[in-house]
T-cell receptor, first 116, second 115 residues
Framework: AQKVTQAQTEISVVEKEDVTLDCVYE???????LFWYKQPPSGELVFLIR??????QNEISGRYSWNFQKSTSSFNFTITASQVVDSAVYFC?????????????FGQGTRLTINP | DTGVSQDPRHKITKRGQNVTFRCDPI?????LYWYRQTLGQGPEFLTY????????KSRLLSDRFSAERPKGSFSTLEIQRTEQGDSAMYLC?????????????FGSGTQLSVL
């Protein structure tokens, strides 16, 4: 069975602080995808990143960075110099690679509040 | 607007009634997914279509639930004899099959409240 755990239910920081959202996953598959999605109050899930299990290179996109460590089954997400617009619920997700179909297994989400 | 569109945004119904939701995917997207999200939880996979074929259904999808995508474009999700436990946000997503960059584009969802 596949499982994603986001232990941090809620995080609140002051604007411009750096913040890391933790994600730990469980799977028996040897190949899989990992994702992060952002869900603002409007409800629409916004894709942030997808990583293949065989690609452990960390990635940086502007103020966002992701640290994938297969040895600890973790895929953590860091926002540098946070801004109020970053306030949202963030989901980590896992998907087997089966004919490309993305049957995502989501974590419970972390509600991030950035205070001015 | 070229995103995934869902209708209605909100639906309030009484227990025992039938409800139907509609999803219009992004044009040319041949895969369409339905997910359900309850308060404080992440979305859960329900079913997906490739063109008009329904290729997989989660065991979460009881016999009261049925989804269709008759012409490989829009999709409907019907819940018969609704129960209070069906109250949730129903999310639709679409994607283009294949390619290393395949990703899901989600709609804003239909919030169902069963009284």
């Amino acid at each position: 069975a596949q499982k994603v755990t986001q232990a941090q239910t809620e995080i609140s920081v002051v604007e411009k602080e750096d913040v890391t959202l933790d994600c730990v996953y469980e799977t028996r598959d040897t190949t899989y995808y990992l994702f992060w999605y952002k869900q603002p109050p409007s409800g629409e899930l916004v894709f942030l990143i997808r990583r293949n299990s065989f690609d452990e290179q960390n990635e940086i996109s502007g103020r966002y960075s992701w640290n994938f460590q297969k040895s600890t089954s973790s895929f953590n997400f860091t926002i540098t110099a946070s801004q109020v617009v970053d306030s949202a619920v963030y989901f980590c997700a896992l998907s087997p690679i089966i004919q490309g179909a993305q049957k995502l297994v989501f974590g419970q989400g972390t509600r991030l509040t950035i205070n001015p | 607007d070229t995103g995934v569109s869902q209708d209605p945004r909100h639906k309030i119904t009484k227990r025992g009634q039938n409800v139907t939701f509609r999803c219009d995917p992004i044009s040319e997207h041949n895969r369409l997914y339905w997910y359900r999200q309850t308060l404080g939880q992440g979305p859960e996979f329900l079913t997906y279509f490739q063109n008009e074929a329904q290729l997989e259904k989660s065991r979460l999808l009881s016999d009261r639930f049925s989804a269709e995508r008759p012409k490989g474009s829009f999709s409907t999700l019907e819940i018969q004899r609704t129960e209070q436990g069906d109250s949730a946000m129903y999310l639709c997503a679409s994607s283009v099959l294949g390619g290393s960059n395949e990703k899901l584009f989600f709609g804003s969802g239909t919030q169902l409240s069963v009284l």
